[in-house]
T-cell receptor
Framework: AQTVTQSQPEMSVQEAETVTLSCTYDTSESDYYLFWYKQPPSRQMILVIR??????QNATENRFSVNFQKAAKSFSLKISDSQLGDAAMYFCAYRSATGGSEKLVFGKGTKLTVNP | GAGVSQTPSNKVTEKGKYVELRCDPISGHTALYWYRQSLGQGPEFLIYFQGTGAADDSGLPNDRFFAVRPEGSVSTLKIQRTERGDSAVYLCASSPQPPPGEQYFGPGTRLTVT
């Protein structure tokens, strides 16, 4: 079974600075998808960024980018120019690309605080 | 357009009671998912529907949990003989197509069993 580990329960960053959230995963599959979701206090999960494992190029979405290291099974999220609205829980998630299971497997999350 | 909606937003029930949680997916989305998020944890998969049928129910913890989606749209998660350990936020998500369709989440139902 696949597992996702987020080793940082909490992180903090100064407004306008850069922060990196860590994620590692364990799988025997070669084809899969990785995601970062943001969950504000409203509870609604919002997709931040997605990476297909077959793509070597790291995904980027505005101020959000990832460092995908397939051999190391590492998938970190970098947030540049942090804003107060970035404060939330961040979850790393894995989904198999092989047939059958569409479920997301989530890590335990990292609580990000942005200080003004 | 409208996102995924879930009702009720909060539900308090007594141990041993029966509860139903409702999910209205985004119109036209064929895939629907239920997850459970306990305090301080990430969401855990419960069940996945493709159309009206449950394509994967491997995450349902026991036979007290059951979900239906009779017309391929609205889904109801049903919990019998609730236990205090069932207290959690129950999240629903929908997706427009088979992979790699993005899963769009609703705001969840917070269930508290006293």
């Amino acid at each position: 079974a696949q597992t996702v580990t987020q080793s940082q329960p909490e992180m903090s960053v100064q407004e306008a600075e850069t922060v990196t959230l860590s994620c590692t995963y364990d799988t025997s599959e070669s084809d899969y998808y990785l995601f970062w979701y943001k969950q504000p206090p409203s509870r609604q999960m919002i997709l931040v960024i997605r990476q297909e494992a077959y793509k070597q190029q790291n995904a980027t979405e505005n101020r959000f980018s990832v460092n995908f290291q397939k051999a190391a099974k590492s998938f970190s999220l970098k947030i540049s120019d942090s804003q107060l609205g970035d404060a939330a829980m961040y979850f790393c998630a894995y989904r198999s690309a092989t047939g059958g299971s569409e479920k997301l497997v989530f890590g335990k999350g990292t609580k990000l605080t942005v200080n003004p | 357009g409208a996102g995924v909606s879930q009702t009720p937003s909060n539900k308090v029930t007594e141990k041993g009671k029966y509860v139903e949680l409702r999910c209205d997916p985004i119109s036209g989305h064929t895939a629907l998912y239920w997850y459970r998020q306990s305090l301080g944890q990430g969401p855990e998969f419960l069940i996945y529907f493709q159309g009206t049928g449950a394509a994967d129910d491997s995450g349902l913890p026991n036979d007290r949990f059951f979900a239906v989606r009779p017309e391929g749209s609205v889904s109801t998660l049903k919990i019998q003989r609730t236990e205090r350990g069932d207290s959690a936020v129950y999240l629903c998500a929908s997706s427009p197509q088979p992979p790699p369709g993005e899963q769009y989440f609703g705001p969840g139902t917070r269930l508290t069993v006293t």
